[in-house]
């Protein structure tokens, strides 16, 4: 492996964004892919409800539109909602016609589940609960047969080379070795932040990478307090947490308490398909004296048919969703934040493109409505890819000084600071938030920030990410979404359509 090399495009993250993105891209140019782990591991992978879009009966784009404003609460982009919903049907069906399995009815056609906030059926699935999976397989294979893609696995970004104000490439640890690749266009397609949470859903990559590297550069972020969280991941002692997906709850499963009282009734209308945020926090205080369990014995024998991958990861510990309970906590699910961008994926530096979680494109406002992001992912790494075909060639390769992969001196110590940071977050940045937990909170990550040993690059941007999703959470008073202030109870017209840019 050379100290340096050059690409066309350089695409970072294996997400649904970054391979769609590099496979559209090859038709342009060369492009490098970079993946921290392996091409499989990414939220993508784990995804299980699936891709919404406009594509049954008497379902459309406006119906679609109307359901995406009301979720994000008054805080979307009312342009790049639009472009979502109209673009959407067309990239699902082009993704079909790629190879992707998605499940029909007996007439063939697709069938569509309906999750949480959705006023009709518009979830595609495959296989029954395997969305995800069977999206990042379709993509790798298309990424995999094109002579145009290089792809480099177990490849760590570290920082962005920047020359002139603009994007040239970056600084990355290429199994250990300093590697400096220099593009004509760099995209982030790093996904999100989970990992920053004590429970979360995300896998051990998501460790908010894009969003501190970005910040560290100058690039202009927003909407970083904005984090969803799942009501439903399996309650066990593990990291990531198994995802017990909305679709259970669409197909009529119900979230009791330790009494077996059925507590949603009382919550909202739409009782367990009330946006997510919602859920959460009636579960969390739930929490305070019972643990919650999903009911889903009414499904019977047809829960292994809908959902065989939840039933196998249930079954694996012990739990059997024909006849027992499932217990269930909220987990951190996914940032509706990130690096800001045009409805082409332009950052605030030229040359630098953002799709994907690590996007804040402006569809999810401030609470993303269930399945739209892998519609997301699709939708604006289409128009990434379409528009990089319009980027010149860096005239001169910028000239950098030697440099090397910092030594990680005390891998104890940074594995005890990841989970400080961890648990800082949870008690005090995570469902409910009040300005003293977020004071508390930025005393506590600066502390852990400036203990880092040297070379913990990783946990570097954990503490990072963190710090401006709660500077973030401590500006915004008011409680609006994914973002709760016991202290600000309740949306402020003041707040309404006000960003906070970081």
Known sequence: MPDRLKTRFLVVGSGIAGLHTAWRASQHGDVLLLTKRSLFDS????????????????????????????????????????VLVEEGPARVRELQTAGAEFDLDPNGQLKLGREAAHSTN???????????????????ERVRASARIRVLERARVLDLVVTRGAAAGVRASIAGKAVEIIADATVFAMGGCGQVFRYTTNPMVATGDGYAIAHRAGVTLADMEFVQFHPTALDTPENPLALISEAVRGEGAILVNEKGVRFMVKEHRDAELAPRDVVSRAIYRQQKTSRVYLDARQLGRGFAKRFPGIFALCRARGIDPRKDLIPVTPAAHYMMGGIVTDLIGHSSMPRLYAVGEVARTGVHGANRLASNSLLEGLVFAERVARDLANVAPLKTAPKTKPWQVPPLTDRGA?????????????????????????????????????????????????????????????????????????????????WRGRHIEM
């Not at 518009?122 to 790798?140: M, P």
Request: hydrophobic residues 45%; glycine residues 8%; proline residues 2%.
């Open 43 to 82: 939220a993508t992978a784990y995804a299980q409800g699936g891709i919404a879009a406009a594509l049954g009966a008497g379902d459309s784009p406006t119906l679609h539109r109307r359901d995406t404003l009301a979720a994000g609460a008054a805080l979307c982009d009312a342009a790049a909602v639009e």
């Open 122 to 140: 518009r979830i595609v699935h495959a296989h029954g609960d395997q969305t995800g999976a069977e999206v990042a397989r379709t993509l790798i």
């Open 414 to 494: 940074a594995h005890v600071a990841a989970e400080r940071i961890r648990t800082v977050m949870w008690t005090h940045v995570a469902i409910t938030r009040t300005a003293k937990g977020l004071r508390t909170a930025l005393a506590d990550l600066s502390d852990i920030e400036q203990r880092l040993p040297t070379g913990a690059t990783e946990e570097l941007n954990l503490v990072q990410t963190a710090k401006l999703i709660t500077e973030a959470a401590l500006l915004r008073k008011e409680s609006r979404g994914g973002h709760y202030r016991t202290d600000f109870p309740r949306a402020k017209s003041l």
